[in-house]
């Protein structure tokens, strides 16, 4: 698949030079899928580790916010 996908040629052309039908090409296209390079997986990672730390930011001041508002203040009267 990496060669459909990096050599910038149709996946028939492709299909013709490996000598198979370009149905079995699409086939093992779709069972194995498209297979990421390191360099895209380097790049998802790093995509990946911002968005975690800013949903811990968000996690930390709704943590933050709840516990002020469930924090029974000094002026509120008690029964």
């Known amino acids: 698949m990496a060669l459909v ?3 910038g040629r149709s996946l028939n052309q492709v ?6 039908s370009h149905w079995n ?3 093992w296209r779709e069972i194995y899928g498209a ?3 390191p360099a895209q ?3 998802q990672l790093e ?3 911002q968005e975690l730390s800013e949903v811990r930011e968000q ?3 709704l943590k933050k916010a709840l516990g ?3 924090t029974p203040s000094g002026t509120a009267s008690r029964k």
Request: aromatic letters at 0%; proline letters at 0%; hydrophobic letters at 35%.
């Open 5 to 7: 996908q990096t050599s």
């Open 15 to 20: 299909a013709a030079e490996l000598g198979v």
């Open 25 to 27: 090409l699409r086939d």
């Open 35 to 37: 297979r990421s390079t």
């Open 41 to 43: 997986l380097t790049e």
């Open 47 to 49: 995509r990946l580790r």
């Open 59 to 61: 996690r930390d001041a």
């Open 68 to 70: 002020i508002l469930s």
